[in-house]
């Protein structure tokens, strides 16, 4: 399951930046829209009703080390595979948002660290999982990584305006 919302994820950010270079805005929108209505759906979906965590309650309040063991080595048995996952789920947030809002970085991330804190708060008040500081690091440094995302894309496609101004 993890490896294969990695797969969609990283689909979902290709097909948009493919999208942007193709067709410009024209068709951009429209498509980030639907992008988003998407991935807020999936996110809602996997951190409340995926998975048998009914009835979970609980608060952890350690911070497990595990990050680069999960981006070097991928693995299922241990704890490492889920901390990937964890990063990886809120690249998209932090990718989207500014193109949907127009926020400026910091917004973002202050957002991304808010929308994860809200999800880590209502999981135990749901009884749908637990609260744990861990996957709020890892959540929030994944938004980081989609705004940086982000930000390169915009830095190619300035750069590349700049070389068909030129070539005209």
């Not at 807020?40 to 979970?56: D, E, H, P, S």
């Not at 917004?107 to 861990?134: H, K, N, W, Y």
Request: net charge positive; with cysteine.
């Amino acid at each position: 399951m993890y490896l294969e919302l990695a797969f969609v994820l990283s689909v979902i950010l290709v097909m948009i930046v493919i999208l942007t270079f193709l067709y410009g805005r024209t068709l951009y929108r429209p498509a980030l829209i639907c992008m988003c209505i998407g991935y807020l759906a999936g996110l809602i979906y996997y951190t409340f009703l995926w998975g048998n965590r009914a009835g979970i309650s609980s608060f952890d309040y350690s911070v497990n080390h595990v990050l680069i063991d999960s981006i070097l080595n991928l693995d299922y048995n241990g704890g490492t595979h889920t901390a990937f996952m964890n990063l990886c789920l809120f690249v998209p947030f932090g990718y989207l948002l500014p193109q949907i809002s127009g926020f400026k970085w910091w917004q973002v991330i202050l957002c991304g660290a808010g929308a994860t804190l809200l999800i880590e708060l209502l999981q135990p008040t749901l009884q749908r999982g637990a609260f744990q500081v861990d996957d709020l690091v890892k959540n929030s440094i994944g938004a980081v990584v989609g705004l940086l995302l982000y930000e390169v894309s915009v830095g190619v496609r300035v750069r590349r305006r700049r070389e068909m101004r030129g070539a005209l």
